[in-house]
């Protein structure tokens, strides 16, 4: 099946440092690639949708000028999370689109970030 | 609003132990329904997709159904090794919807 490789799998940062987090697919192209925020117990939250080549659409509530995403080829997407405070520890995880619609849509591993 | 809604939010079985995950959802123009595994610090594995009512999959001990208002996912002689968190999702042809998810733990 396809895979999806997000890094890194952990990180920790002290408050105001940004981290970024990259998201690619390995084996197929991604023309649209998906960032969600997970609290503990909780769901996946949809952050924003990246598309290849174009600005990211983000969700309502979503800070963009604070959590910057960029997908420069179809096979890579970079989530950066700029002047990272406590609350903004969470766990990220990628999704890429191998087609048109969301069927299979294939996650990567996740990335832990912890902001000290 | 377009909603997702799991049941039970945590379940226990004994190994062997058969039982239900139920899915309820409203949403709009649904596309289809998902379903996923996620181990602890791990991505959604996918499982299944179902996209009209009556529809059935299924794989080895997993089986996965679909109506008009809620989708179940029947665990059959469970394993310790399915104990993970379930999770479901309605695709509303925009983005996907999750619900918060049934954590199933199987002990031996």
């Known amino acids: 099946g396809a895979v999806v490789s997000q890094h890194p799998s952990r990180v920790i940062c002290k408050s105001g440092t940004s981290v970024k987090i990259e998201c690619r697919s390995l084996?197929?192209?991604?023309?649209?690639m998906f960032w969600y925020r997970q609290f503990p117990k909780q769901s996946l939250m949809l952050m924003a949708t990246?598309?290849?080549?174009?600005?990211?659409?983000?969700e309502q509530g979503v800070e963009k000028d604070k959590f910057l995403i960029n997908h420069a080829s179809l096979t890579l997407s970079t989530l950066t999370v700029t002047s990272a405070h406590p609350e903004d520890s969470s766990f990220y995880i990628c999704?890429?689109?191998?087609?048109?619609?969301?069927?299979?849509?294939?996650f990567g591993s996740g990335t832990q970030l912890s902001v000290l | 609003e377009d909603q997702v809604t799991q049941s039970p939010e945590a379940l226990r079985l004994q190994e062997g132990e058969s039982s239900s995950l139920n899915c309820s959802y409203t949403?709009?123009?649904?596309?289809?329904l998902f379903w996923y595994r996620q181990d602890p610090g791990k991505g959604p594995e996918f499982l299944f997709t179902?996209?009209?009512a009556g529809e059935e999959k299924e794989k080895e001990r997993l089986k996965a159904t679909l109506t008009k208002k809620e989708s179940f996912l029947h665990i059959t002689a469970p394993k310790p090794e399915d104990s993970a968190t379930y999770l479901c999702?309605?695709?509303?042809?925009?983005?996907?919807?999750f619900g918060t998810g049934t954590r199933l733990q199987v002990f031996p």
């Open positions: 999704s890429a689109l191998p087609g048109s619609t969301n069927e299979k849509l294939f």
């Open positions: 084996d197929f192209q991604a023309t649209t």
């Open positions: 990246s598309n290849e080549g174009s600005k990211a659409t983000y």
């Open positions: 949403v709009s123009g649904l596309r289809g």
């Open positions: 179902l996209y009209s």
């Open positions: 999702a309605g695709d509303n042809t925009d983005k996907l919807i």
